[in-house]
């Protein structure tokens, strides 16, 4: 059953809506579907499902690009309506005749509504009717050519006895043989007559056109060279002396050298009997605070290249007008088949860049889906006006929907009496542990007071790299040693971070992949227990198209394992090992294209300094140059 039918404008101006449903929507699918689809750039799927608790509904959409008008669809799920695409195509048509910019108020479209209402639903039950009708015909002329091919009796209506035929139903060539095999020795001796036996023609497609006993004399003739062979290397290797093996020395254990001290993190003096203070890190201002300005300079080299391009166009001889002229006087309307060549040469150019290709896909299907129907201005060409609108999707993607205000979180939790809580998670050999020292560093300089929580109780050495940041930026670290449940440890940081007064608690885990279930359940466990402010996704910039794999599995673990009804999923990204892509940034995109969260830091160098922010308009230049 249709649930409504909704018309307004990309503004979000409601322009009508079907009044004779009366149903009221549970939820909000139509804000839903503007938050996730319409925003995010993914106006190009086929349909959305709204599943909350209470209401599942599915939602089909359309667009008058021309007219900037959106044209949405609801109805329950559990119903395959066939006629809500043919609605709404004819809806488009007939009020884009009607809209007026000007007008407000389209009562009057009401009964206009109703009739191709019960179009549209007649003609899907005939559609329905006649797909029944197809398949009962194609089932009783299945049934008919069975009938008339056999009788009772086993022989074929008007090909003769099968019996007689030798089973194959070819009397040609007539009868079975002694050993079973139908027409074999027909066929053998026909290609005999004909000299086919052991020729070019006939070699390798008939077993019984071999030669056997030359055969055998090939095989004899290989074997016999086979052992001569063998003979000769068995002697040449005989007159060789074998190489002789190294034994291994056997380590003395009661005599050896004591071994230096290997833990660096708690330095001895020479008389081993106080310990020697750490030196406080201080490498200068980090990143973060630094704004990083983008420069023009390759903007105006690509305008000076563009421009020198369309000179040369210009003085070709032969075929210039013809392909200027569309761009002169406009087009008159865009269709998908004119989008299609420069929609394929983005895709490309987005895949060359590490974009997976799932998102270059649906991206291209976005923008596709905004341009359709849309008239070209003049002066103007197609490439130009798809690259155009390709950017503004980009800096929709990449721009945050939400503001995440670390520094202003942190003073709002510390008014009400409580450690701001960082969770950093993400797969193995990332550096979690490294950017999150580097994110310590940063707080520190905007004088936050800071502890670190080693919960990353699984990986050797993992507590003791923490605790040599610690000591190197003179901080608190909590730890419980190894094979602890870090559910626990972290749970006793934060207490320990409340009874000493520090603002933040940086938690580190343990790096697991995203098909690792028992540690995907613990990480799950981690958050649901101690309810974290910032989830912190830590990913690589060189992932490429496993980011995509990544980030939804991760999300889906944690969604699937929490005990929670609303779980806790991922905040925020932090993609590390930034300076090494050059430009390959497509990472980035694919992250927040897939989880919609934000990329809050990204990692730049070795020092603590190198740290900063995404920026937008450079990731999106280099993304579509």
């Known amino acids: 059953m249709l649930e409504q039918l909704l018309i307004f404008t990309r503004g979000g101006l409601i322009l009508w809506t079907c009044r004779e449903l009366g149903n009221a929507l549970k939820g909000s699918p139509i804000d839903?579907?503007?938050?996730?689809?319409?925003?995010?750039?993914?106006?190009?799927?086929?349909?959305?499902?709204?599943?909350?608790p209470g209401a599942n509904y599915t939602l089909k959409w359309t667009f008058h690009n021309d007219l900037g008008l959106v044209f949405v669809a609801v109805y329950q799920k559990i119903f395959h309506l066939l006629y809500v695409d043919d609605l709404l195509s004819m809806v488009k048509r007939e009020f884009s005749a009607v809209y007026d910019p000007c007008r407000m108020d389209y009562s009057d479209f009401d009964d206009v509504y109703r009739q191709l209402r019960l179009e549209a639903e007649a003609r899907a039950e005939e559609v329905k009717k006649s797909s029944k009708l197809g398949s009962r015909n194609i089932g009783k002329k299945q049934d008919n050519v069975q009938k008339t091919k056999y009788d009772q009796g086993g022989k074929r209506i008007g090909g003769g006895d099968l019996q007689n035929d030798g089973g194959d139903g070819d009397s040609g060539k007539g009868y079975k043989l002694e050993n079973g095999n139908v027409n074999g020795s027909s066929f053998v001796e026909e290609t005999k007559s004909k000299g086919g036996v052991n020729g070019k023609e006939n070699q390798g497609s008939n077993n019984e056109g071999f030669d056997r006993e030359k055969l055998?004399?090939?095989?004899?003739?290989?074997?016999?060279?086979?052992?001569?062979v063998?003979?000769?290397?068995?002697?040449?290797?005989?007159?060789?002396?074998?190489?002789?093996?190294?034994?291994?020395?056997?380590?003395?254990?009661?005599?050896?050298?004591?071994?230096?001290?290997l833990d660096y993190t708690d330095p001895v003096s020479e008389n081993g009997d106080k310990h020697v203070n750490v030196v406080p890190v201080n490498e200068g201002e980090s990143m973060m605070d630094k704004e990083e300005v983008f420069s023009s300079d390759d903007e105006d080299e690509e305008e000076a290249e563009q421009a020198g391009n369309s000179a040369k166009a210009k003085t070709k001889p032969k075929g210039w007008l013809s392909s200027i002229f569309p761009s002169i006087v406009g087009k008159a309307n865009l269709e998908r088949t004119d989008l299609e060549p420069a929609l394929k040469a983005l895709k490309d150019r987005l895949m060359t860049k590490n974009v997976a290709e799932e998102i270059a896909e649906k991206l291209c299907e976005s923008v596709a889906a905004s341009l359709e129907g849309k008239k070209l201005a003049s002066f103007t060409r197609i490439s130009s006006t798809v690259q155009a609108a390709m950017e503004d999707a980009l800096v929709r993607i990449l721009t945050p929907k939400r503001s995440i205000d670390i520094l202003r979180d942190v003073h709002a939790a510390k008014e009400q009496g409580k450690p701001y809580v960082v969770v950093f998670v993400g797969v193995n050999g990332v550096g979690k542990s490294t950017n999150l020292a580097k994110v310590a560093y940063w707080l520190l300089q905007h004088k936050v007071s800071v502890m670190m929580a080693a919960c990353d109780t699984f990986r050797s050495g993992a507590v003791e790299q923490l605790r040599t940041h610690a000591s190197r930026l003179q901080i608190p670290i909590f730890e419980k040693g190894y094979e602890k449940d870090p559910a626990v440890v972290a749970k006793e940081a934060i207490q320990e971070a409340s009874r000493n007064g520090s603002d933040v608690v940086l938690v580190d885990t343990a790096g697991r992949m995203q098909d690792n279930e028992p540690l995907m359940r613990a990480l799950s466990k981690l958050i649901y227990l101690n309810n974290p402010d910032l989830v912190l996704f830590v990913g690589e910039a060189l992932v490429g198209n496993d980011a995509v794999d990544q980030l939804s599995k991760f999300n889906q673990k944690l969604a699937d394992l929490s005990p929670s009804p609303n779980p806790r999923l991922i905040d925020g990204i932090l993609l590390t090992k930034f300076d090494t892509i050059d430009d390959k940034v497509g990472a980035a995109l694919s992250m927040v294209y897939i989880s919609g969260a934000p990329v809050m830091f990204v990692g730049c160098g070795q020092s603590y300094t190198d740290l900063k922010k995404l920026n937008v308009k450079s990731i999106v230049k280099t993304l579509l140059k």
Do not use: H
Not at 32 to 52: K, P
Not at 216 to 228: E, L, P, Q, V, W
């Open 230 to 261: 063998a003979a000769t290397t068995t002697t040449k290797g005989s007159k060789a002396e074998p190489n002789k093996k190294a034994t291994k020395k056997n380590r003395v254990w009661g005599d050896a050298t004591p071994q230096a001290k």
């Open 216 to 228: 055998k004399k090939i095989r004899s003739k290989g074997a016999k060279k086979n052992d001569t």
């Open 32 to 52: 839903t579907l503007i938050r996730s689809c319409l925003l995010e750039e993914r106006s190009g799927l086929a349909s959305f499902n709204y599943d909350v």
